[in-house]
């Protein structure tokens, strides 16, 4: 198996940010969002984007979506330029956004009913997330019949099911109760270790973060810049597979003390 190891070399794959920037009109002046800003994520690589509320996160998240452009500097997937959205790189919100008229099965095979795929594929295909995200059980429930997280994993499935070259998620469960979280946390990392997806996700739990990610950005605040990149061991530790398991680790509280030290740096200025 050596082709992935050459894949992952080649210097035109994956996502690159760098020198990126983006200011928005204020009242007085500009407001700088994010400055400067450089980091890479390479194919199956999960990045976290961490930092204190509005140190840009969300703002660098819907510049790569293509939802934003860019003020300064380039985003790139693949070598190629972003400058709109694309199937390519599929988004899960934080809200729950479903369709209250389809089925849960209906909804996964929304994207793909739109992108034109052949039918049988698309059974497939979305048979196989529905599994995956655990809704078996209930798909040809109505999303009211669900619950939040269940609700959450209908979002999930049906970006899955589009298989994005790169898996976009903004605080995906911050809607979520604490113990339906920790469930969907603990989903998230079976199914990104079974399908080795790119992801890139924001949050400002630190837990998660630790939890998912292979690569941590923090970012300091006003204006949203790298203030360290760390690489947590956990997720490609094949023997955590619940919190707990995190928890226990040798290395964990080590790097969450950095980490929530380094959050409460920030928060003070
Ligand atoms: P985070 O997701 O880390 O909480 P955001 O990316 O939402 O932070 O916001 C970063 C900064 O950019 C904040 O100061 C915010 O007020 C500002 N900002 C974000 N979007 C806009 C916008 N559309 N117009 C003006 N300012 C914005
Ligand atoms: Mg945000």
Redesign the pocket.
């Known amino acids: 198996m050596t082709a992935p190891e050459i894949a992952i070399k080649d210097l035109t794959l994956g996502l690159k940010a760098e020198r990126l920037g983006k200011s928005?009109p204020g009242r007085d002046a500009q407001?700088i969002?994010v400055s400067d800003v450089n980091f890479a994520v390479a194919p199956r690589e999960v990045c976290i984007l961490l930092?204190p509320?509005?140190?840009?996160?969300?703002?660098i998240l819907r510049m790569i979506a293509g939802l934003e452009t860019p003020s300064e500097g380039s985003l790139t997937l693949n070598g190629e330029l972003i400058t709109k959205p694309n199937r390519e790189r599929g988004m899960v919100f934080q809200g729950y956004t479903s369709f209250p008229w389809l089925t849960v099965r209906e909804n996964v095979a929304y994207g793909l009913r739109i992108n034109g795929d052949v039918s049988a594929m698309r059974e497939g295909t979305v048979d196989h997330f529905i599994e995956q995200v655990g809704l078996t059980r209930v798909a040809n429930a109505w999303p009211h019949e669900l619950s939040g997280g269940m609700r959450q994993r209908v979002a999930l499935a049906r970006a899955l099911a589009n298989s994005p070259k790169l898996l976009l998620m903004d605080e995906p469960f911050g809607a979520l109760d604490a113990e339906t979280r920790w469930q969907m946390q603990e989903l998230l990392l079976s199914v990104i270790r079974k399908e080795r997806m790119t992801v890139i996700m924001?949050t400002h739990d630190v837990e998660e973060a630790l939890l998912l990610g292979d690569k941590i950005v923090f970012l300091s605040s006003h204006p949203?810049r790298v203030k360290e990149i760390l690489h947590p061991p956990f997720k490609n530790d094949t023997s955590i597979t619940t919190r707990e398991e995190l928890r226990s680790h040798p290395e964990y509280s080590m790097m969450e003390t950095k980490i929530l030290k380094m959050m409460r740096e920030e928060g003070n200025h």
């Open positions: 928005f407001v969002a930092g509320s509005g140190c840009g996160k969300s703002t924001v949203g």
